[in-house]
């Protein structure tokens, strides 16, 4: 597959903050938005050739370095299959669980585990007086809950349960929440410094997905970057353009995708549009509107996720594959802001980790009610690469795991001797926590923050953490130059993950997200010296600080941010 030098360029645009165009919707200050972005050249909804020469000659000034990436070589017959998906236990009640012996624990699944927990969840009534129907004794009942966790024979076992429940409702069934709170500490102590094996083995048990092999990774930096690559991948589609984002403007970017999408879809592509409502807006955005009922009448394929009551729980991700066989993540939105005034990253992956990214993309659409023809070219073919970086692709459903940040506290924890974290976004105690303990055992460990963020409850609550990180030897740096919106992480110059994750709760607990780990030192080298070393440069760094009193409560509201 080769990229078609086309008179056409797409920006992924940036991240936006919604309340900075929209005075109509406001936005809590938890829900940074961010979304992934095809754009496009373009000018207008009457003409993408009008677009093209100025965008042209933005995109020949690019200059995009970085790890080689070879030409593509003909894909292999070896066809990449989707995963399965795990039965249901059938249960006998509460007290059959409670009964069952040591042996049966030990014999029992994962997701049998996990299913019977929750049962035992639901009916636990601690310090209350249970239902009429409940349980007659809530001491053994609780004791249950304790020795179905414990009955993990090793970290990644317990974590897979423990990242999957509610931990207000896990913690809240038992009357003695230290038990549970010891058996989790005990988990994380058991890392080691320096097991990338190790932490390659958790990651597959946590999150249930293995890893995609040899892919070809081009990590690019800003619009600019992106565009050179997004718009002959876009406009050299022959089956199908899949686009799942958060965030979408109706403005000359937005357009010009939805030009490119038109006409693809008229030549016979299919074409699916995957839109969080809340992040775009949709109902309080007639021009968001107009586009979407462009984009149907041209034949695409468009679903709009409604906005839930409590905006608990959305969609974050931002995905776009080309074919099956080229993809695109990160934290990029779609617009003219997103594109030319903030810093932020996207991904090009080519190989077969562009199957689980194709595959997460059809999750979510069939879940959201679209519908995906059987047979097709959804999946073909893919190759790995001998030369190509060592990829997995990690997602995360809002409020039913917490796949990323079991993730990232892993590999906190192996981290021998550097850490690099950049971030727009951060408030989970569990984190920080985490990262005082790398730097009192030696690690240097670097945060980049932007300087002046978009989202000022959230840099306060980050800022409520600076005092225990700084004591710790933690590095803060603010980056000066605008609104940085990256979210990337590179720890011992051989470990990398990006996406659209943040460090906050709401991405870590809340929100769909999906994020990218590479474990190859040339890939993690080249994002240190053309990310964090630039960064770092054009930052301050910050030697103390003492946090006001809206630092504080922002600092205390955290676990909601």
Sequence with gaps: ?????????????????????????????????????????????????????????????????????????????????????????????????????????????????????????????????????GPRDQEELEEAIIRILASAPDA????????????????????????????????????????????????????????????????????QAVMKEAGPLLMAAKNSIHIEIFQLQADRIGWGLAEILSEKAKAGVAVRFLIDGFGSNVDNEPGVRKLIAFLRESGAEVIVKEPPLLKGHLDHRKIVVIDGKAGFTGGMNIGEHYQEDWHDQQTLVIGPAVARLQEAFLERWQAAGGQVPSGGDLFPALMEYPAGAETQVVGHMGNRDQNIKAMYLRAIGTAQSSIRIATPYFADKDVVKALCLAAK?????????????????????????????????????????????????????????????????????????????????????????????????????????????????AGQLGGFL
């Design 441 to 553: 055992r030696g690690v240097r460990v670097q945060l980049v923050f932007p300087e002046k963020n978009n989202q000022k409850l959230v840099q306060s609550a980050a800022n409520a953490s600076y005092p225990a990180l700084i004591k710790a030897g933690v590095e803060i740096y603010e980056y000066k130059e605008r609104m940085a919106h990256l979210k990337v992480a590179v720890i011992d110059g051989r470990w990398a993950t990006f996406g659209s994750s943040n460090l906050d709760a709401r991405s870590l607990i809340n929100n769909d997200e999906l994020n990218l780990i590479v474990t190859d030192p040339r890939v993690a080298g080249d994002i240190e010296r053309r990310l964090f070393d630039v960064d770092i440069r054009k930052s301050d760094r910050v030697i103390e600080y003492s946090p006001g009193l809206g630092d504080y409560v």
């Design 1 to 133: 597959m080769g990229l078609l030098a086309l008179p056409f360029s797409t920006f992924l645009g940036y991240h936006m903050s919604m309340a900075n165009t929209n005075t109509t919707h406001t936005v809590s200050a938890a829900l940074a938005a961010v979304v992934f972005i095809f754009s496009s050249l373009l000018a207008s909804p009457c003409g993408v050739s009008a677009a093209g020469a100025a965008y042209q000659e933005l995109a020949s000034r690019v200059e995009v370095t970085g790890v080689p990436v070879p030409a593509v070589p003909e894909v292999s017959r070896a066809a990449v299959s989707g995963r399965g998906k795990a039965g249901k236990m059938n249960l006998k009640g509460v007290s059959a669980i409670v009964a069952m012996s040591d042996d049966a624990l030990a014999a029992a699944t994962p997701d049998q585990k996990l299913e019977m927990l929750r049962t035992l969840i639901l009916r636990s009534y601690p310090n209350q007086r249970p239902p009429s129907d």
């Design 156 to 223: 990644a076992s317990f974590d897979r349960l423990y990242y999957r429940l509610n931990h207000t409702s896990l913690y809240t069934s038992v009357t003695y929440q230290s038990r549970i709170r010891d058996l989790a500490e005990r988990a994380r102590a058991s890392v080691k410094p320096g097991d990338w094996e190790g932490l390659r083995r958790y990651v597959d048990t946590v999150t249930g997905t293995a890893h995609s092999g040899r892919n070809l990774i081009k990590f690019l930096i800003d619009g």
